[in-house]
């Protein structure tokens, strides 16, 4: 999920609350009563878990390849602070309280506690602007049907794939296509908007 940060908040929060998040499900620990419960991950859930929350609370969850957008929205949309932490920190956080037991509450409980020790140090988790992050959406699938497309030419090539060419065949003109199809939509998306035009033609000179 493609983000900007901003500095750290001011007043130290009165509440932690550490999220672990699933495809289908966040495991939530709330330091105000020490309880753990689990939400949803859905919108509308999450957007009633979001405003419940105090004001004073500072929410920490990890990147998770995305599964984490619909909380960090709900959350930026009531107001409420959030940290999104980079996945190694916390896990070497989480070996230097000398846990090795893995479950989704312990992590939960150990986001929490992360906040709480680190919050002077951590900056808050904003949305870049939609084109921002259309363009990221865009340049990450172009990137994964590259190397798809790397590795089928890589089997075509390999002793022993001629029952299957054909096939695979198809497969890279399709790859082709949506390559070339995505690499258009990237030039159209930068020439529409002028501070991502802006920002290409800065890295063109420089390189």
Known sequence: MPMTTKPGIARPPGRFV??????????????????????????????????????????????????????LDALVKAGRAVHRADARKVKAFIRSLGTLAKTDAIDACALARYGQERHDRLSLWQPRDEARARLHTLVMTRRDFVAERVAFRNRLKAPGSEPVSQRIDHILRVLDEEIAGIEADIEALIHGHA?????????????
């Open 18 to 71: 550490g999220c672990d998040v699933g495809k289908d499900a966040i495991v939530v620990f709330d330091s105000l009563d020490g309880r753990i419960t689990s939400l949803p991950n859905e919108t509308a859930a999450l957007g009633v878990f979001a405003d419940a929350l105090d004001p004073a609370s500072l929410v920490v969850c990890e990147a998770t390849g995305g599964y984490e957008a619909a909380l």
């Open 195 to 207: 501070a991502l035009a802006q920002a290409m033609t800065t890295l063109q000179t420089i390189g």
